[in-house]
Structures are given as structure tokens and as C-alpha cells.
């Protein structure tokens, strides 16, 4: 007999220790927004209430995991954690070498320096951006192949990260010589956290091995995307996530990974791949950037917290729990008339700024105007996804994004449903007064990466 489900979701942990947050007045916050020139990533995190800037790192660590920590050993060589690191990596990810790194895009700039160069094509379902700058960095070019309902916000796909294989296949036919590797991005991030099937997985792989490419999976939200394959593809709902994960990864011939998303680490990731030339290559290019290779850039405790997070990661109850929780906020957003990214992904729901409020110009920054407000209202902050991290140009002209979203990304295990219920009271009453928020303009900006230290003040 099958259990009836209850609605209520249960976070799968009780609470082991607290982090006491600062409760701070709205006359406090407007002054510490202006203080920051309105730009959420200089806010000291002690005056932020709920913090959704990223799930990168933020996570909360288990109790086996800080238990696990005591087990470090630092050995410069062979250490026993790096073993313990080695084969929990293998056991979902059975690749031949695994280079331990301090994060994800040191794996990239590895693999890059070795595999990338001028004149050379990486394509990727879509690029996250230290991808896409690791491979420019090598005089290479980033290409992001996505499926058409990829890019539209409103449209209803289950795998909505797919790449389009078409797409793929016709630029080996074109380019094969200048293509050194294939990427695929497992969920995909700059997508929306928007998962890949598994039938895309392998015609991907299909069209790699009949042009001699290697595939590389940048498999940061992986346990996410399986999750979402066992959810939502045929011959998928009684298969075991980590078989999943292990069925992806020998689609793949490598990997790269960014320990502090799925894994639930605070910091940490891994090169890993099958090729014996290029992993002697990578392994000379770890010792000279990020240490021994069987550290990497790591103390062995952070491996062994690596190695029992993997382990959580790929557990049941967490992720349903993971992925309900933040399709529960979604849900909420729609329900209360916030425009949102839909269907919504595995770490993140996305609110459509420039639909919220029509009255204020791309080149005004709806994205950034919401997410002041957001702060503003109840201490929440978020992250702008849009005009200005992406309009400002190389050459110093400014047009505006494709879409401005503001991104409301949940760390993991880290917050209740009670704060989620509090985030979705700030957000609808900030909706509420959409009509009524000012436009933003910049004070002073970088040429480069404005969104992490320009300067804004409302227009009035
Ligand atoms: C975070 C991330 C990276 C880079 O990892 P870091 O640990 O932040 O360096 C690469 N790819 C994707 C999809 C990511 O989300």
C-alpha cells in the first residue's frame, strides 16, 4: 500500500547549532543601502536579514560533515583525506583521474589553459560566466547552443537546459578541427537552473563520439538535474539518483565541479577526466596554481567535507526537499501576480523585473531598482540578473539585457519555511507598490564586471 503524501514539506534535519541573525529597522536599511551606493555586493552580510544573493558556499554543513572535518589529515601527500575525497568523486563519477581545486573555476582554468587556445570553438548549452571568461581568457571562443525555449522566460519545457543538438551537430560538421571539447551544463545555471534530460545527455554524447570529441560535463548542480530526470523522464521514477548521476557521468569523458553547489561544501572543486596526456598536462598546471595534486588548494578537511557532502547530496529526501522548497517560493510569487521565470529551477526562482515594472527603462535597471527595494522592504537580498551585469560592453556602449531578472537564490539547507513565508510577504508587498519604485542610475562604474562595485542612486 502506497503512503499517502502530506502537502506540508519537512526539511529533512532538525537544528544542530544556530547562527543568530540581526534584525535591523526599514529607517536602518535605507541608510545602509545608500551608504553602499545601492549596490547589494558591498553590504556587510551582518545587515542583511535573509541572504539569497547565492547558493554558492552558503550552504549549512551536517552534522556528520562537521564530524568528518575532525578526521582531516594534512599531509602534504597522500593524504588519507584526499583518498577518502578520490573515491567518494568515483563512486558517482567513475573517472580515471581527479584533480582536487580550491573551486570550480580553477578546475576551468585548468582544463583551459591545456585544452583551450586562439582560434578555437568550446561549445556549452549556455556558458556560466567563469566558464565562458576562463575559455575567452585563452584567445578562445565561448558558443552557447540552447534550445529555443530556453531563452523565453513564459515557456513551459521539463528540460528547459537542453542543448540543441542540431545545432551542435552542424558546428562539428562546419569546425570540427577547431572544436578541442564539448561542454554541457548539468542544471543549467545562466539558464534559470533549468535541467538536461537524459536522452539530451546522450544524443549530445552520440554526436561527440562520431566527431572524436571529448565531452565535459560542468556538473555543479548534477544531483539537482537527476533529481529532476527522476521526476519528470519516462524510465526515470524508480532509478536511483546516483545512478542517475553515474549513467550521466559515463556519457562523459570528464568533468568539471564547483564543490560549494551541489556538494554542500563551503569551498572546494575537481577536475576530473579519463585522457591520460591531458590529465598529465592538467596535473602540471595544478602544481603550479593550486598545489600538490592531492590537495589541490585544499586543507584535507575540506575534502573530507567534500567527500561526505557528495554523499547527502544525492540522498532522496533531501532532494525532494531541495527541489520542492524552492518551487514552493516560485509557486507563492506566481500565486501572488510577481511575473517569474517558470518552470522554476533546482536552486534559484528568477522574478521577470522588467515585466514587474514596465514604467522603468532597461537602461533605468528595473532588475537593480527591485532588488534595492527588496532590501529595503524586509532585508532580503538578492541578486540582479540583467542590465547591469550584462549591458555594459568592452568597447564602453551600454544596450540592455535580453531579460532583467532579479534571482532569489536559496542556499542549501540553510534557511526554514518560515523565512521562505517571510521572503514571499517582503516580495508581495514590494509588488504591490510596483507602480511607485523609482528607476536607478549609475554614479561611477568599472569597465569591467560593473555589477560588483558600480554605483547607483534612484532617479527621482
Ligand atoms: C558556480 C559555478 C561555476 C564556478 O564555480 P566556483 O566554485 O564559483 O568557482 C561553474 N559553473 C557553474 C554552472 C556554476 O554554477
Given amino acids: 500500500m502506497t503512503e499517502e503524501p502530506f502537502h506540508t514539506i519537512i526539511e529533512p534535519f532538525r537544528i544542530h547549532s544556530v547562527e543568530p541573525m540581526r534584525l535591523t ?66 563512486g558517482l563519477f567513475p573517472f580515471a583521474h581527479v584533480l582536487p581545486t580550491h573551486q570550480g573555476r580553477a578546475a576551468e582554468k585548468i582544463l583551459f589553459t591545456a585544452a583551450g587556445g586562439p582560434g578555437l570553438i568550446v561549445p556549452n548549452n549556455t556558458h556560466f560566466d567563469t566558464t565562458r571568461a576562463n575559455v575567452e581568457f585563452t584567445g578562445a571562443q565561448a558558443v552557447d547552443l540552447p534550445i529555443a525555449e530556453g531563452l523565453q522566460p513564459a515557456a513551459r519545457h521539463p528540460f528547459k537546459g537542453n542543448m540543441d543538438v542540431a545545432a551542435l551537430d552542424h558546428l562539428l560538421t562546419e569546425r570540427a578541427d577547431s572544436v578541442p571539447l564539448v561542454m554541457l551544463t548539468v542544471t543549467n545555471n545562466s539558464g534559470g537552473g533549468q535541467p538536461v534530460s537524459m536522452a539530451n545527455v546522450r544524443a549530445v554524447s552520440d554526436v561527440c563520439r562520431k566527431f572524436g570529441k571529448p565531452l565535459f560535463l560542468d ?42 553547489k551541489d556538494p554542500l561544501a563551503n569551498i572546494g572543486g575537481w577536475l576530473a577526466l579519463n585522457d591520460e596526456n591531458l590529465a598529465e598536462r592538467c596535473r602540471n598546471l595544478e602544481i603550479l596554481t593550486e598545489g600538490f595534486p592531492t590537495y589541490g588548494g585544499l586543507a584535507g578537511r575540506d575534502l573530507e567535507a567534500i567527500a561526505q557532502g557528495l554523499r547527502e547530496a544525492v540522498d532522496h529526501d ?62 532580503v537580498r538578492t541578486c540582479e540578473i540583467g542590465t547591469v551585469m550584462f549591458g555594459l560592453h568592452p568597447d564602453g556602449t551600454e544596450t540592455p539585457a535580453p531579460m532583467d531578472l532579479v534571482r532569489l537564490a536559496i542556499p542549501r539547507r540553510t534557511y526554514t519555511q518560515s523565512h521562505i513565508d517571510y521572503v514571499i510577504e517582503v516580495a508581495t508587498r514590494v509588488a504591490a507598490r510596483a507602480d511607485d519604485l523609482p528607476g536607478m542610475r549609475i554614479v561611477s562604474q568599472p569597465r569591467q564586471l560593473r555589477h560588483f562595485t558600480a554605483r547607483f542612486a534612484p532617479e527621482s
Fill in 25 to 90: 529597522t526599514r529607517a536602518q536599511r535605507v541608510s545602509a543601502l545608500a551608504a553602499v551606493g545601492y549596490n547589494l555586493f558591498e553590504l556587510p552580510a551582518d545587515d542583511v536579514l535573509i541572504d539569497l544573493l547565492t547558493d554558492s558556499g552558503t550552504g549549512a554543513m551536517s552534522a556528520e560533515q562537521w564530524a568528518s572535518i575532525q578526521r582531516g589529515n594534512e599531509a602534504y601527500a597522500g593524504a588519507p583525506s584526499f583518498y577518502r575525497f578520490r573515491d567518494a568523486v568515483t
Fill in 219 to 260: 556538473a555543479c548542480r548534477i544531483a539537482e538535474n537527476a533529481w529532476f530526470i527522476r521526476t519528470r523522464e519516462p524510465g526515470y521514477a524508480d532509478v536511483p539518483v546516483a545512478d542517475i548521476v553515474r549513467e550521466m557521468a559515463g556519457l562523459a569523458d570528464g568533468m568539471t565541479m564547483s564543490a560549494k
Fill in 318 to 379: 533531501y532532494l525532494r526537499y531541495r527541489v520542492r522548497s524552492v518551487e514552493y517560493l516560485g509557486a507563492a510569487l506566481e500565486q501572488a501576480g510577481v511575473p517569474v521565470v517558470v518552470p522554476f529551477g533546482g536552486h534559484a526562482v528568477f522574478i521577470d523585473a522588467r515585466a514587474l515594472l514596465p514604467h522603468i527603462e532597461p537602461l533605468a535597471y528595473p532588475g537593480q531598482a527591485l532588488a534595492c527595494a527588496l532590501y529595503a522592504e524586509g532585508g
